[in-house]
């Protein structure tokens, strides 16, 4: 209830733009959401740049718009750019904007980096599953294949009414395991799921604390 296919959204949400930029042509936060309906909905990558830096040209202290003008960079493999909108991002609300700029590391291959900044996001927050989960990956793609599965299964674990967490967990451990084989991926997410769901069942209680199976 209250929700709307993608396409009927991003319709209502043009409409909506188009009203508002016909009152006020220079409303910074009508060209932002315009810039993120064509970077998600309409594939324009050209046409989203140009309303991301016109948005920023009106409100240039606004971490919404530079943070997803990141995103829309990060897309692109413009790595450098991505990273320096997306610093400026965390500048301008530092608690709002603390993943995207560790995502983009991620995806660039700067993992030592990504590290670095995903410590710092826990630090501050030792409970928030998403920063649990990226540092999971970071494990993982640095070569830390034990430490990445553990840590992904701690964020499951936060999130027990998450089936993205669950899902994540699955997928390393289909890549740990050999894909070609997946018999033992296979073995080890049933039993996680075993456990995830009589977990759901004790309403909530920790799941155990026993390991991933090894190779």
């Given at each position: 209830?209250?929700?709307?296919?993608?396409?009927?959204?991003?319709?209502?949400?043009?409409?909506?733009?188009?009203?508002?930029?016909?009152?006020?042509?220079?409303?910074?936060?009508?060209?932002?959401?315009?810039?993120?309906?064509?970077?998600?909905?309409?594939?324009?990558w050209i046409g989203a740049?140009?309303?991301?830096?016109?948005?920023?040209?009106?409100?240039?202290?606004?971490?919404?718009?530079?943070?997803?003008?990141?995103?829309?960079?990060?897309?692109?493999?413009?790595?450098?750019?991505?990273?320096?909108?997306?610093?400026?991002?965390?500048?301008?609300?530092?608690?709002?904007?603390?993943?995207?700029?560790?995502?983009?590391?991620?995806?660039?291959?700067?993992?030592?980096?990504?590290?670095?900044?995903?410590?710092?996001?826990?630090?501050?927050?030792?409970?928030?599953?998403?920063?649990?989960?990226?540092?999971?990956?970071?494990?993982?793609?640095?070569?830390?294949?034990?430490?990445?599965?553990?840590?992904?299964?701690?964020?499951?674990?936060?999130?027990?009414?998450?089936?993205?967490?669950?899902?994540?967990?699955?997928?390393?451990?289909?890549?740990?395991?050999?894909?070609?084989?997946?018999?033992?991926?296979?073995?080890?997410?049933?039993?996680?799921?075993?456990?995830?769901?009589r977990h759901r069942e004790?309403?909530?209680?920790e799941l155990s604390s026993?390991?991933?199976?090894?190779?």
């Amino acid at each position: 209830a209250g929700s709307y296919r993608p396409e009927e959204a991003f319709r209502l949400a043009k409409e909506a733009i188009h009203r508002a930029l016909e009152l006020d042509g220079k409303l910074a936060e009508a060209h932002g959401v315009l810039a993120h309906v064509k970077f998600c909905s309409d594939f324009d990558w050209i046409g989203a740049e140009e309303e991301f830096k016109r948005a920023i040209e009106l409100d240039p202290n606004s971490g919404d718009v530079y943070d997803q003008y990141g995103l829309l960079l990060s897309s692109l493999e413009r790595y450098d750019d991505a990273l320096a909108v997306q610093r400026r991002a965390h500048e301008l609300d530092p608690l709002a904007h603390r993943m995207d700029l560790t995502t983009t590391l991620i995806r660039a291959g700067r993992h030592d980096e990504a590290l670095a900044a995903i410590e710092r996001v826990i630090e501050v927050e030792p409970n928030f599953a998403l920063a649990r989960m990226t540092r999971g990956w970071v494990y993982y793609l640095r070569g830390q294949r034990e430490a990445g599965l553990a840590e992904l299964r701690v964020a499951a674990e936060m999130a027990p009414d998450s089936t993205l967490y669950l899902a994540q967990y699955g997928q390393a451990l289909g890549l740990h395991y050999d894909v070609r084989d997946p018999t033992l991926a296979r073995a080890a997410m049933a039993a996680y799921y075993g456990s995830f769901c009589r977990h759901r069942e004790r309403g909530g209680r920790e799941l155990s604390s026993g390991s991933h199976p090894r190779r």
